[in-house]
């Protein structure tokens, strides 16, 4: 079982300024991995036992002992049984994981990028990893750990075989962005676009580019910034301490553009990339003109780091979408877009384009938006003209604000004089009761809304009923 280089007992207490208990002979054994969920302890893992809100990893402590955890970050002592292994004594055990992350990321040799940006961070993420993985052993972030628990676990996963870790880095507060930068110290940072989402935290889009822009505090100071150049707020960065900055984009001017793109309706579409070294055609599989930003960013990045134009073309092909995020289900009865992991304005519309190139009946089905601040039912009403003037066919509308999205599609419909037909319910329970009733054989169907409203239940059931020819 490979170990973490240099992570021992004795130097995971010193980096977090804990006190340590631990037995002579293991005072230099390397940690096998890093944990906070007691069911994934192995063999020699350290353990951080955090207080959480459903649960508190001390009550785990002797079971992760027992399952052969070599040192465990505690915030009291473990049970009197259990107090001659070895554990560290700390103020904050999440803290100390930060801590302990940020001296880990000085001791291993990956280059390591770190994505933000309002939306596509996770699709971003997976399009620079698979590029990457045509040249390089590359550890990229799994699920949703891009947070202040998450990204110091992800850095703790990286192990001496990995020659680039990526790493989605998401924030919706000020200062959260800073911290997860000092933790990550990028060599390369990426920033996919300046959108609304988190502005009941940070106020304007211009509060969220000075918040993401964090992220440029702790990268190398010699390292690559790659922007999104078609996004307005993004070209106000004109220098970043001594980086090189890179932009991509669909327009002229930038140092990586795409042009002819060409859709290829819910399969995907081809492009040509355009950089100084040439052009290359594309295949990009994912749906949307949001992907073509994607594979942008994967070549901006595969550029920096060396890889040819024909690494980067078999890298773009390689993507694959995650269950969520504009996932493609294709069923007996219906093709279903599965974007429910999380949406905002703008990857809302964005998967509203996506769908309105649909050659079948067009359905969304639409949830609340979270975390919108004081304009939140204007966004949601420009989310309901905005679906009229795509030409969906069927809406189907839940939740409290989605009422919003429900009734500014009536206005917009009667004043385009259009056949759409609108529903809403106020809760998801009903809606998926009457869903079959709404639904034609051959629909198109769309399910986004923010991951509060659990609308994977959704999407189970019409995968459920999509293979039930009644």
Known sequence: MSTM??????????????????LKEDRQREVTGAVIDSRKVEYHNLFFAVRGERTDGHHYIGQV?????????CEEEPEEQYRDRNYILVENSLTALREIAEYYRTCIKAIVVGITGSVGKTTTKEFIAATLSQKFHVLKTEGNFNNEIGLPLTILRIREEHEVAVVEMGINHF???????????PDIAVITNIGQCHLEFLGSR???????????????????????????????????????????GLKTGHQIIAEHITPRGLLGSSARIVT??????VSIPLSGQHMVYNALAATAVGKTLGLSHQEITEGIAMVKALGGRNNIIQTERYIIIDDCYNANPVSMKAALDLLSISD???????????????????????????????????????GEYAKEIFSAALEKKEEMKLTL???????????????????QNGDSILVKASHFMEFDKVVEKLEESGFTNT
């Open 276 to 281: 100084a070294e040439g052009s290359f055609d």
């Open 421 to 439: 037909s609108c529903h809403y319910y106020p809760d998801k329970e009903e809606m998926i009761n009457n869903l079959t009733n709404l639904l």
């Open 175 to 185: 200062g959260e962005m800073r911290r997860l930068s000092k933790v990550a110290k």
């Open 206 to 248: 211009e509060g969220i580019l000075k918040a993401k822009s964090e992220i440029f505090e702790f990268m190398n100071p010699a390292g690559t910034v790659c922007l999104n150049g078609d996004d307005d707020c993004l070209a106000t960065i004109q220098k970043v301490n001594e980086c090189e900055i890179i932009r991509f």
């Open 360 to 398: 079948s009946r067009k359905v969304a089905i639409l949830g609340d938006m979270g975390e919108l601040g004081e304009n939140v039912a204007a966004l949601h009403r420009e989310i309901g003209y905005y679906l009229v003037q795509k030409g969906i066919d069927l809406v189907i509308c839940v």
């Open 5 to 22: 280089h240099k992570m021992t007992p004795e130097l995971i207490a010193q980096a977090c300024n804990g006190k340590l208990f631990c």
């Open 65 to 73: 002992f027992d399952k052969g955890a070599l040192v465990v970050v």
